[in-house]
């Protein structure tokens, strides 16, 4: 029986339809419910897969050979797919994909899910004003979705995925096109909020490694690390080519360990290991 | 010696309040960044500079050649665009035809075009996709493709519009040495960029956009020096300077880890 | 509607024809077409063409709509060329030219049918330059159509106004990337020909993409609110009676034409 506070993965192997690799190899994995999950890897390497699975795209609406189990709480995105899909909300990595087409003006686009929600009127004009300022996005709530810059199309991306305050958050590397206090901004808030589980895919590890509570590490569609970034970071395989924070880095060329080759992925434990090497 | 010199630029989208407007900008450096926060217009500068969309007012020399007098063979062979979004920069059938197309632009004879074709791909690492249609590729995929179709023409002047989005760590090295290879080859090599700590690690120069205009053009420890503007710009400075102020309260300038563990290894 | 609706008027000033409903337009349409089929005339055929263009005149031009005319136009004068030479009821010569005789019969049939293509071009190009998919799709939805519904007939409707969008896009990446020396026809139509067969994959593929996006989002939940149409509609319920009323009265009239024609 599924656990009800734990997220689990039990050997989940996918194949999609007309092809012969295995893009996910048995992958066995747990976490609690409503923590931040960072799923990291290069090319290739089956995020977006994973996502899709997660999200129940797979095998809902794409094909495949699918193998094992999946369960998020006590709902599993194979069998109770539309009740999970009321309490999931995905951004999806091309932003251009996420548009409805059906919204003339970046406003109507945000208020399309909350229309799907049943939610009234009154109620999506703060909602819509809410996300659009929280996106920075307000000068923009009139222009048509078409017209917006990269950057602007991403943010609007998240924020019809946000404005919903769904339980659960896949989020396919939403930020690749923001700026940096954009990116910084977005990734304080998503370690402010509270019950709800996140996956996120990102090649920003600096950021990662400051939210996440949990990291996957995906090589070729198998999860070969799970764990804290502390963890996971110290344990990387250099033949992975995985980029490393800076933290990690910086802590690495001066020589402040943690003990036991222990290296500091965030600014929280560098604080911390620098603070016992000057009072020892 | 490539140099683009842009003087007394205005541009405005029919459909949007945004102005963009340069009195002045001269880029002559072999390597150059461009950063700015979301909607700055980076990308509307990139689209002027090839003639994509025309300024209401205003002139773009390239090379002391005015931009708008240059033939569609000249403009090509001068400088070249990688879209920041890879997927509208796609439209042929085949990873190869992709190329090609681009190559047959300029070239006529089959075996080299068969042969450039062959170089650009294997040069982003695409040689064992060649046959797959575009639209399958995942995004950093593609991405690499639109910067093959560029390198395959190799214009004198190369604009990367965010090359690095989604692109994994090798991926991101490979590009990296890419453009410092055509930077040292006598290209120009102008990328607009989010990253603040490549930025900080791979470009001297450094102009910076904010509300269609150039608001800092210099090198970036300048840049990052002065926290009131990479403030007033949206920016940050780099994840290395963040580390050194929160955690030991430095705000001297660092570019990158190796930057810091020199500039303290001096010293002891 | 405050923020999504109230500042609409600083972006597109409201049009007149902002205050006709879509099915009105298409009311509209459907009506002018059945009007051509009953009667005949080739004069009253003829000022049915330019009641039609004027409407296209008076709304927003798209080049979409240039284009379908232009394709049109091309149809009717080889449909009259055709026609004026081949017709089985030919009888009397209009003129000739080194031997080939060119009737007057046959002139007259083609651009009698070239009037009522004309007609059913300009109305549907009325009604699609002068309201957006998100209109279409709010007002269906608000008299009483299941939303689903509602996008399927979207997305099929819209599947030409895609491709064209996706052709642009196209045209720019040719541009930034390519010399274009598309001045001749064929030089165009070569330069198109390559590229047809990837623009349609991107948009079929963009269409599942935007269905999986849409469920994903929730657009067929039951609980669904009611989209408030984005404009005050003048006398919707009345012009729907009364068009519809005119148009099956029409029809009637046709088929009356029809059948007796064998009593
Ligand atoms: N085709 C268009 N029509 C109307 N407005 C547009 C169009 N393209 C961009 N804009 C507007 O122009 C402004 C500048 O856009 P631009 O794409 O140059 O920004 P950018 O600096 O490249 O941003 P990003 O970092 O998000 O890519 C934005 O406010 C955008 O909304
Ligand atoms: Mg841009």
């Known amino acids: 029986m599924a656990n009800i506070q734990q997220i689990s993965i039990t050997h989940l192997s996918f194949t999609y339809q007309h092809d012969t690799n295995t893009v996910l190899h048995d ?80 406003a109507d686009e ?86 709800t589980t996140i996956f996120i895919v990102s090649n920003e590890i600096d950021d990662l490694c400051e939210i996440a509570d949990r990291l996957w590490v995906l090589v070729d569609g198998e999860l070969v690390r799970k764990g804290t970034s502390l963890e996971v970071i110290n344990q990387l395989n250099p033949e992975w ?40 | 010696m490539t140099s683009i010199q842009i003087d007394g630029l205005k541009y405005q989208y029919p459909t949007s309040d945004f102005k963009l407007a340069i009195d002045q900008l001269t880029i002559t450096e072999n390597l150059v960044a461009i950063a700015g926060q979301n909607g700055a217009g980076k990308s509307t500068l990139f689209k002027l500079l090839t003639g994509l969309v025309h300024p209401q007012a205003g002139e773009i020399h390239i090379n002391h050649r005015d931009l708008a007098s240059l033939t569609p063979e000249d403009r090509l062979k001068t400088i070249g665009i990688v879209f920041q979004d890879p997927s509208s920069q796609l439209f042929n059938a085949t990873v190869e035809k992709e190329v090609a197309w681009s190559v047959l632009q300029v070239e006529t004879d089959a075996a080299v075009v068969a042969d450039t074709v062959n170089d650009a791909l294997a040069t982003v690492g695409l040689t064992e996709l060649k046959d797959k249609n575009p639209f399958d590729l995942s995004m950093p995929e593609k991405k690499l493709l639109s910067i093959a179709t560029v390198l395959a023409v190799n214009p004198q002047i190369y604009l990367f519009d965010e090359p690095m989005i989604s692109l994994d760590w090798p991926s991101q090295q490979l590009v990296t040495h890419l453009m410092q290879h055509l930077a040292e080859e006598k290209h120009q090599v102008i990328a607009i960029t989010h990253d603040m700590n490549w930025l900080a690690a791979t470009f001297a120069k450094v102009d910076v956009l904010a509300d269609g205009q150039v608001i800092f053009e210099g090198k970036p420890e300048t840049f990052f020096g002065d926290s009131a503007l990479t403030q007033k710009t949206g920016l940050m400075t780099p994840r290395i300077m963040q580390i050194a102020q929160e955690v030991f309260d430095d705000s001297r300038v660092y570019l990158t880890p190796e930057d810091y563990f020199e500039k303290h290894s001096e010293k002891r | 509607m405050e923020i999504r609706d109230n500042s609409l008027s600083n972006i597109a ?37 330019l009641i039609s263009f004027v409407l296209l005149l008076l709304s927003r031009l798209s080049s979409a709509t240039i284009n379908a005319v232009y394709f049109c136009l091309f149809l ?70 299941p939303y689903k519904l509602v996008y399927l007939l979207m997305s099929v ?107």
């Open chain 1, 27 to 106: 992958i066995n994995v747990s976490a609690p419910l409503n923590s931040i999950i960072g799923i990291i890897g290069n090319h290739n390497a089956g995020k977006t897969t994973l996502c899709r699975v997660l999200a129940g795209i797979i095998p809902n609406m794409m094909g495949g050979d699918l193998l094992g189990d999946v369960h998020i709480g006590n709902l599993s995105p194979t069998k109770d797919w539309s009740v999970l899909n009321r309490q999931t909300d995905f951004v999806l990595q091309d932003p251009n994909s996420q548009l409805s087409g059906l919204a003339d003006t970046v």
């Open chain 3, 76 to 145: 009717i004068v080889t449909m009259i060329l055709i026609q004026g030479l081949f017709y089985s009821g030919n009888v009397h010569p209009l003129f000739s030219i080194m031997n080939i005789t060119f009737y007057r019969e046959g002139a007259l049939y083609a651009v009698t049918m070239s009037a009522r293509i004309l007609i059913i071009i300009f109305a549907i190009g009325f009604f699609m330059s002068t309201t957006t998919i998100s209109e279409n799709a709010k007002y269906l939805e608000a008299i009483g159509l």
């Open chain 3, 157 to 263: 409707c819209y599947i030409l106004p895609q491709i064209q969008q996706n052709m642009k896009k196209i045209q720019f990446a040719e541009r930034a990337r390519g010399i274009n020396p598309q001045k001749t026809v064929a030089q165009k139509v070569r330069s198109i020909l390559p590229i047809l067969i990837p623009l349609i994959i991107k948009t079929f593929d963009q269409s599942i993409n935007r269905s999986i996006t849409l469920q994903l989002r929730g657009f067929d939940s039951p609980e669904r609110t009611l989209a408030t149409p984005k404009y005050h509609y003048v006398r919707a319920r009345f012009n729907h009676y009364l068009l519809s009323f005119l148009t099956i009265f029409l029809i009637g009239c046709k088929l009356w034409q029809i059948f007796s024609r064998f009593l």
């Open chain 3, 13 to 49: 000033k409201i049009r007149w024809y902002n205050l006709i409903d879509p099915v009105t337009k298409l009311l509209v349409a459907l009506f002018l077409t059945m009007l051509s089929f009953v009667f005949t005339n080739l004069y009253f055929e003829v000022s049915l063409v």
């Open chain 1, 241 to 280: 080519q995985i980029g490393t924070p800076k933290v990690y880095q910086l802590a690495k060329l001066m020589y402040w360990s943690l003990g036991a080759d222990l290296f500091p992925v965030n600014i929280n434990q560098l604080r911390g290991c620098v603070h016992d090497q000057h009072s020892n």
């Open chain 1, 110 to 195: 945000i208020a399309f899910d909350l229309l799907n929600h049943g939610v009234d009127e009154t109620t999506i004009q703060r909602r819509v004003a809410d996300v659009a300022a929280q996106m920075q996005l307000t000068a923009q709530l009139q222009q048509s979705p078409s017209s917006l810059s990269g950057g602007q199309l991403q943010r609007l991306a998240i924020a019809t995925a946000i404005v919903t305050k769904p339980g659960i958050l896949i989020l396919d590397d939403p930020t690749s096109e923001m700026d940096p206090q954009g990116r910084a901004d977005f990734f304080n808030w998503l370690a402010t909020i509270k019950d």
